[in-house]
């Protein structure tokens, strides 16, 4: 094996993980959107996509095909290097931010020291995407969308970074990693200390991805599907890969900084030390489910799809009980985890609630959520410096 | 090579800032102006983070571009760009310019009559100073409290003066 000059060696292993990202994210995202179709049809009490591939396992693939063959339409009167860069901005922003979150220690995630605001900073050029998507269509629908997306994304993202303020205060760092480290040494996940925080973070971060209630700049009653309305095929797969991405960039911000990050629950609990051995548990209940209703299956390549799926679940959780890979894995398994939940939630939540109007959406960001989430900064810093002042008041 | 790139770095992100500022502001279209000030600003932030300035890379990416820009592209968006275009593009003030560039040219002659020795590249910090962040908050809320907070009184002035002019057609 040749040697790796010193020079590059540091960087031989992120790199290695952000192609792995640019590779394995697009199809997580597919699943993710075959996910919000299948809860969807089950709240709706349908069975949703059942025909490609068992239980429509396939479908993902199938629609990435569908887009990535399908004719790509500039419109005429569009701004056509605007109309051409602007997913592009969306989707670059999007990725790396994803590059950038640390889904457990083993990862060769960089540490910096201003992690959190980076994601930030990422995810607000990301916003351009949209803003300028809309203006390039040269229509009128999408203008409305792009419009109404700046006038929310710029209320509510002040909200937002007073709520992750917050919790920042606890964690004394913006490094994702610190902050994940300063829960394991306090010992308790900081939702436990920041639950109005929690609570706001999670409200601004439904409306900072576009996602119901807080979706007007798509909404499809009123104005076709706003910003994107013009995009067809892969540029459209584009805006929809960014914006999954940001779904999970938001998701893995709140796991990071109130949900503890890779660490099980009660991580200094050693009495609990057997929920490492949950990953395997997990993998292996889900190959029984899969070879579960087996002769039902209507044909045989379903029926051998499944086996095969269920031979691969049962394999990768008989891997998971070996000690080395048990101790890599079960980080991941944990944020995974924590992660899908906040997925999960944000999904029920679209097919739960009805949209808002535009001027109430207003009124909860500015007359509910941004003093709320000041008022909360205010209370967590005189009590985490309540000895001072108690003796300066002379108690 | 250890002493090329930094320099190199600084080449290339100058390069960038300038020739998109002079982009900026020869755009008809007033919304290709801002993708160029945003590219401007990206180099700036490029250039904090080539001092080892990260936090202060990152909050200019999120307030000038995520914030400002941002509120830029809003108005744009909402003005008849055919009838702008139209107008002059530049208003004219040749006094004002050629009174401006004859004093930045006279000032880069004096530098370059003087030589090497009368002017430095900003040269990368040997490390980051630590802990970056803690070190901002502390100029900023100890040593310089009232300049700050003074500072930040004039801004609340001219937001409730902007939000008068803009509510005075209601009476």
Wanted: hydrophobic content about 60%.
């Amino acid at each position: 094996m040749p040697t790796i000059p010193a020079a590059i060696e540091p960087f031989i292993w992120p790199f290695v993980y952000g192609a792995v990202i640019l590779l394995v994210f697009p199809l997580l995202a597919g699943y993710i959107v075959l996910l919000e179709r299948k809860v969807m049809a089950d709240i709706q009490v349908r069975l949703g996509p059942m025909r490609v591939g068992p239980h429509g396992l396939l479908q993902p693939l199938a629609d990435a095909l569908k887009l990535l063959i399908k004719e790509d339409i500039i419109p005429t009167l569009s701004d056509k290097w605007i109309f051409w860069i602007s997913p592009i901005i969306s989707v670059v922003t999007a990725l790396v931010a994803v590059f950038l979150i640390p889904m457990s220690d083993k990862l060769p995630v960089p540490d910096t020291n201003i992690g959190l605001l980076l994601v930030l900073s990422l995810t607000s050029v990301g916003i351009l995407g949209i803003i300028l998507g809309g203006w390039s269509s040269n229509s009128n629908y999408p203008l409305l969308g792009a419009l109404r997306s700046t006038a929310q994304l710029v209320s509510y993202e002040i909200a937002l970074s007073f709520a992750l303020i917050g919790g920042l205060m606890l964690a004394g760092t913006l490094s994702l990693q610190g902050i994940v480290m300063a829960q394991k040494e306090q010992a308790i996940w900081f939702v436990f200390f920041q639950p109005v925080a929690f609570v706001i973070y999670f409200i601004a971060a439904l409306a900072e991805t576009n996602r119901a209630p807080f979706d007007m700049p798509e909404a499809e009653s009123e104005i076709v599907a706003g910003y994107h309305t013009e995009f067809s095929g892969f540029r459209f797969a584009l805006y929809f890969l960014a914006e999954y991405a940001n779904i999970v960039i938001v998701c893995s911000i709140m796991t990071i900084l109130f949900l503890g990050g890779w660490l099980r629950p009660f991580p200094n609990v050693a009495a609990l030390e057997f929920l490492n051995f949950a990953p395997a548990l997990v993998l292996l209940g889900l190959g029984g489910a899969c070879l579960i209703g087996l002769d039902r299956k209507p044909s045989k390549p379903q029926k051998l799809g499944m086996i095969g799926l269920g031979g691969a679940f049962i394999l990768a959780g008989l891997a998971c009980l070996l000690p080395p890979v048990m101790e890599a894995v079960h980080g991941l398994f944990w944020f995974m985890l924590k992660v899908f939940m906040g997925v999960y939630t944000f999904i029920w939540i679209r097919f739960t609630l009805p949209r808002y109007r535009y001027d109430q959406l207003m009124n909860i960001g500015w007359r509910w959520l941004i003093p709320l989430a000041i008022a909360n900064v205010i209370v967590t810093g005189i009590v985490m410096q309540r000895e001072q002042i108690f003796a300066a008041l002379g108690f | 090579m250890q002493s090329v790139l930094p320099s190199l770095f600084f080449y290339a992100l100058a390069t960038m800032i300038l020739v998109s500022a002079v982009v900026t502001i020869t755009r008809r279209n007033a919304v290709h102006s801002v993708i160029w000030l945003i590219s401007t600003l990206l180099g700036i932030a490029g250039l904090f983070l080539h001092q080892h300035a990260e936090f202060l890379a990152a909050v200019q990416v999120i307030v000038y571009i995520g914030g400002i820009t941002v509120l830029f592209l809003f108005v744009i968006m909402l003005v008849n760009l055919d009838e702008a275009a139209k107008k002059k593009q530049f208003a004219g003030q040749w006094k004002i310019v050629v009174i401006c560039a004859g004093a930045l040219l006279a000032e880069l002659g004096f530098f370059i009559f003087k030589g090497a020795e009368g002017f430095y590249f900003a040269e990368p910090a040997g490390g980051s100073l630590q802990p970056n962040t803690q070190l901002i908050a502390l100029a900023l809320y100890r040593d310089y409290l009232l300049p700050f907070e003074l500072a930040s009184l004039l801004l609340l002035v001219a937001m409730i003066g902007a939000v008068v002019l803009a509510k005075k057609d209601l009476k």
